[in-house]
């Protein structure tokens, strides 16, 4: 059924659906409060229907004697089931269907009628309404007619005029004075059902869950409810204006018209505000939201234009030098001042006087003091530029400008003796490092020697030959170790001595895939290479460059989980190019990636595979003092090392 409603004859279904229910639910209510206001609950229906009758007798009565008295020449309509009969107040006849007395009579009909004499001519411009019996002798006597009107209906009511049309009515309408109600509220009922399914199917098509609106779906939600409410105000004018000036059926034929174009409107702009809720556009898709959304746009970029002028001003500012800002300022604020004093018109020559006593004291001294802090400008940005032989000439300067010269000059005497102090501990540093190692492997290139000739000595003790494995093994490790230190001391000091030559990048790339091919199988490791077909020229130390990528592959062996893929690969670009080991890493990196830079810090918390952790600081160093870098990146356990170097 949902699906069936999803075409348009299903849709056209549940249109015509709620205009129909939505008519007899109108009507219900209409006839439910004809039927409490005619007391159709509490007296007969013919007693109803006498005073009907009455009711429209009086209507008609006025137009029948009125028109008569006004030409008495006028016939009326034969085919009517009015019988009457016009008499005066003594019971002469005047004028009637009916010329015998009506007889009998449903009822009889007392007008005072009020003329005037216009010429020779007595002209019934004013009238009373039926005035009661008991109110006749009180109407005064000049200029006044009596009139008696008794009517009667023919039987069967032969002709179709309103006494018959209100008799049907009457008896439909009592015979439906209970049923109203239980049609009101199904036709409620159905009107509702109706009018919801009809939302839920608007911009649905048989087949689709997807939405497919019409071509008015893009008319802006609020521009569309404007359109509708000028529609249903223009057709409720109309219809007004026809019922105050027509006459007959006109009147009913076009405010049912409005009516069901109003409801047409009405059901429509529903399908369209349904459609734009189910797509979430009905607040988006407004014109008041575009035109605010293009205020704001405009707002912006007036607010950028305004942080760009003042960005410019305050560059520009910036940019006049210390002695021409104070100068124009001095100049700007005399000058506002000047203005001031000569806008005062009582005493202008004595303020005057003193505006220029007081410039000619003030101006000089303020010069002064902007030359001397010109003068600590220059040489606190010497200081910051690292001349720490830079001084302040303190001749001229005064005050607190002196005290804050002599400061200047101590802080850089202070800081060459710094430097000079840090640069003489590194440098007892890295020549204690190398003398405690070289006296460290003098003794270690015995043990190492002696360890090697008890292990080729021929023994039958096996314990023997373990021991002095052992000891080859540990005695090159520490070796290692102390080659490893000495490299990282004079490294981070720069006194290695690098030669800077062309070299191509995809060639170190290459040489490790050969070199490592072994030491990756071993491990459980897939190597990919990747690097551009061109070549990518850097300038760098080939010595150097191979112990950076024997530390890196070094630490790949080490550290990555087995069975994974390790990532070689190289990007160029036009200024740098960039070398990047990747892989995923055994041990879970819970430390930073500068924290992993330091020296002897490893990856292997537990410290329970070869290394001293020396292998990445010395990396760095060697990158750097090649005129590149070295990063690392973490991303859960992936790991990162990036080589960066200009290209030539």
Known sequence: MRSFFRTYFGKFLLFAGCIVFALMLAGSAFMAYYCYEEDYYSKSEDGNLAQIYHHQFISKSYSLLISHLNNPYEKDSPETNLLYRVSTDSGDYVFGNNPDSVDPALDTVRYAVFYRLVGSQNQYKEYTDCVALEYMDQIRSDNVDYYNIDYSLREGLPYWDAFKVLTLWHRIAFLLRYAVYAIGLASLALVMICYISLLRVSARRRGSDELHPW??????????????????????????????????????????????????????????????????????????????????????????????????????????????????????????????????????????????????????????????????????????????????????????????????????????????????????????????????????????????????????????????????????????????????????????????????????????????????????????????????????????????????????????????????????????????????????????EEELMERFVRGDTSRSTEGNGLGLSIARSLAELQKGSLRLAIDGDLFKAILTFPRI
């Open 215 to 592: 071509f008015f779906h893009r008319v802006p939600s609020d521009l569309m409810l404007a359109g509708a409410l000028l529609a249903g105000a223009f057709l409720i004018e109309m219809a007004w204006r026809v019922v105050r000036m027509g006459s007959g059926p006109l009147p009913y034929i076009v405010t049912g018209i409005a009516v069901l174009l109003g409801m047409i409107i009405f059901l429509g702009l529903s399908m369209s505000f349904s459609a734009r809720v189910k797509d979430r556009s009905l607040l988006r898709n407004t014109l008041i939201r575009r035109i605010l959304g293009l205020l704001w746009k405009v707002l912006c970029w007036i607010g950028r234009l305004l942080l760009r002028l003042w960005k410019a001003f305050c560059a520009f500012l910036k940019s006049i030098p210390l002695i021409c800002k104070t100068v124009l300022a001095s100049l700007l604020i005399a000058f506002v001042e000047l203005i001031f004093i000569l806008a005062n018109g009582s005493e202008t020559d004595n303020l005057a006087l003193g505006w220029l006593f007081e410039k000619l004291l003030l101006l000089p001294v303020l010069y002064l003091f902007v030359l001397g802090l010109r003068r600590l400008q220059k040489g606190g940005r010497a200081l910051a530029a690292g001349d720490l032989s830079a001084q302040i000439p303190e001749k001229g300067l005064f005050g607190d400008l002196k005290e804050h010269a002599d400061n200047l000059n101590h802080i850089g005497v202070g800081m060459s003796l710094a430097v000079a102090e840090q640069m003489k501990s590194e440098r007892m540093k890295t020549e204690l490092i190398t003398n405690v190692s070289h006296d460290i492997k003098t003794p270690l290139t015995s043990i190492i020697n002696y360890t090697s000739l008890i292990a080729n000595e021929p023994t039958d003790n096996a314990k023997i030959k373990e021991y002095s494995e052992v000891l080859l093994r540990q005695s090159e490790r520490l070796k290692r170790l102390i080659d490893d230190l000495v490299e990282a001391s004079k490294a981070s000091s720069g006194n290695l001595d690098v030669a800077l030559a062309p070299c191509d990048a995809s060639i170190f790339l290459t040489q490790a895939g050969g070199e490592y091919d072994e030491k990756l199988e071993k491990a459980d490791l897939s190597l990919i290479t990747k690097m551009p077909e061109e070549d990518v020229m850097i300038l760098a130390d080939s010595r150097r460059m191979w112990r950076i990528f024997d530390n890196l592959m070094n630490n790949i062996c080490k550290y990555a989980q087995p069975g994974t893929r390790v990532y070689l690969s190289l990007e160029a670009t036009p200024q740098e190019a960039v070398i990047t080991f990747k892989n995923t890493s055994r041990e879970a990196l819970d430390i930073s």
